[in-house]
Nanobody, 125 residues
Framework: QVQLVESGGGLVQAGGSLRLACAASGRIVFQYAMGWFRQAPGKEREFVAAISWTGGSTYYADSVKGRFTISKDNAKNTGYLQMNSLEPEDTAVYYC??????????????????WGQGTQVTVSS
């Protein structure tokens, strides 16, 4: 069974950076689209960023565009979310997700069939 494990979360001051990693079990990353979502207390899970299975297309929420970068390393079977210029509004639990050969609908949680357990990101002002 495919599993995803996030890491890299933590506490950072506003303006700082973090890099989240999503390690996948099995040789799946090269055939899977990956997405990052986040959920703040009392709010619904929201789309952050996604990358198609070929790596040729990336998508970002308007709120993170220009600050966050999504990527995946097929050799390491790991996806990444580089987060720069962090703001207190970015505080949330961040989840990575994957779907086999995903191309369409990558901004929608229902597109994905594998999810990680989440990692907390807290940005202090």
């Amino acid at each position: 069974q495919v599993q995803l494990v996030e890491s890299g979360g933590g506490l950072v001051q506003a303006g700082g950076s973090l890099r989240l990693a999503c390690a996948a079990s099995g040789r799946i990353v090269f055939q899977y689209a990956m997405g990052w979502f986040r959920q703040a207390p009392g709010k619904e899970r929201e789309f952050v960023a996604a990358i198609s299975w070929t790596g040729g297309s990336t998508y970002y929420a308007d709120s993170v565009k220009g600050r966050f970068t999504i990527s995946k390393d097929n050799a390491k079977n790991t996806g990444y979310l580089q987060m720069n210029s962090l703001e207190p509004e970015d505080t949330a639990v961040y989840y990575c997700a994957a779907v086999h050969q995903g191309v369409l609908g990558l901004k929608l949680p229902r597109t994905y069939d594998v999810w990680g357990q989440g990692t907390q990101v807290t940005v202090s002002s």
